[in-house]
């Protein structure tokens, strides 16, 4: 039986959750209630999926995907109103109300899907054009590195571009540091 996270900010909604997948046979399930209880747990774990909320303390599950190592795969419980504000294409979604039959259905072919990244490799040059920006961050704004990762991210999704793209031009605008 696979292992997922359920990330729900109330409770009860993952505890029901887990019953219903670990009753069934679907997947064994750890609970969590914040994206940074599930980076821990990505990072300690195997774990090639989570299901949750739209929101939770700290971020939304947009934010939280973009954190996952790659592989992994989400399925996002919510109202349609909510799902319509998830933009990336990534993402599973299931429209709440929903059925068990639909949660059992919908989270077999998100574990199925896990491992099966879409995204190309990022090459040596993006990457330190990605690393090179977040230095200019941290410098420019006293934050850590990952402070200046989050801050780089958000830029690149409020924009809808890729992170590497978001990285270039806050060094070619904002740095002057011309990008050859």
């Known amino acids: 039986m696979e292992r997922i ?67 992994r795969t989400m399925l996002l419980l919510a109202r349609q109103d909510l799902l319509t504000l998830c933009e990336d294409p990534r993402i599973f979604k299931l429209a709440s109300p929903l059925s068990r039959a639909a949660l059992i259905d919908a989270v077999r072919q998100v574990v199925a899907a896990a491992g099966r990244d879409v995204r190309p490799p990022r090459s040596e040059k993006e990457e330190a054009m990605i690393l090179r ?19 780089l991210q958000k830029r690149s999704m409020a924009g809808g571009r890729k992170l590497s793209d978001t990285a270039r031009m806050l060094l070619e605008r904002e740095a002057g540091i011309a990008i050859y």
């Not at 064994?28 to 999926?49: D, F, S």
Request: aromatic fraction near 6%; charge should be negative; hydrophobic fraction near 35%.
């Open 133 to 151: 920006a977040k230095e200019w961050l941290m410098e420019r704004y006293g934050v850590d590195e990952e402070q200046a990762h989050r801050l």
């Open 5 to 71: 996270a359920a990330v729900f900010e109330n409770e009860r909604t993952g505890e029901k959750i887990r019953s219903l997948l670990e009753s069934t046979g679907v997947a064994r399930v750890l609970c969590c209630r914040t994206a940074a209880e599930v980076k821990v747990l990505m990072g300690q774990q195997r774990i090639p999926t989570v299901v949750c909320g739209y929101k939770f303390p700290d971020g939304t599950a947009e934010e939280l995907f973009c954190d996952l190592p790659e592989g």
